[in-house]
């Protein structure tokens, strides 16, 4: 399975890093960041 999580930037970090260690102990390999660049 592949995972893409697009963060808010009113999100703090923490919370991101919560989803994405989550996901990793649930044994998902694939995970993309997906974000905006220009902003």
Do not use: C, D, W
């Amino acid at each position: 399975p592949e995972f893409h999580i697009r963060p808010n930037k009113l999100v703090e970090y923490k919370y991101v890093a919560a989803v994405l260690a989550s996901a990793q102990r649930l044994g998902v390999t694939n995970i993309g960041l997906v974000g905006n660049e220009a902003m």
